[in-house]
Nanobody, 124 residues
Framework: QVQLVESGGGLVQAGGSLRLSCAAS????????MGWFRQAPGKEREFIGA????????YHTDSVKGRFTISRDNAKNTVWLQMNSLKSEDTAVYYC?????????????????WGQGTQVTVSS
């Protein structure tokens, strides 16, 4: 069973950058595809991107494409979400999640393991 811990959230001005980290433990990290989600107050959880087991393939939704980048290092059991050109509408709790498959997963129901989330607040 995989445990996930996010870090790196905080308060940033619009146009700024943050890098979120998600550290995994308790399982063979390379056996999992990883995803990033966010949930803003009063809204449903939103899928924003994913990365396959090796890091060789990524997917980003249109809402973040060109601004956010997902990467991973299996030797460090870590996946990152680099967020640039942040906007006020990016304000949310950000979650990483793990799916026990090698391919990219976009359906949140297929993610079995979740972190506790980290708050990102973008001030305008």
């Amino acid at each position: 069973q995989v445990q996930l811990v996010e870090s790196g959230g905080g308060l940033v001005q619009a146009g700024g950058s943050l890098r979120l980290s998600c550290a995994a433990s308790g399982g063979a990290f390379s056996n999992y595809a990883m995803g990033w989600f966010r949930q803003a107050p009063g809204k449903e959880r939103e899928f924003i991107g994913a990365i396959n087991w090796s890091g060789g393939s990524t997917y980003h939704t249109d809402s973040v494409k060109g601004r956010f980048t997902i990467s991973r290092d299996n030797a460090k059991n870590t996946v990152w979400l680099q967020m640039n050109s942040l906007k006020s509408e990016d304000t949310a709790v950000y979650y990483c999640a793990a799916a026990q498959t090698h391919i990219i997963v976009t359906n949140f129901k297929l993610y079995a393991y979740w972190g506790q989330g980290t708050q990102v607040t973008v001030s305008s």
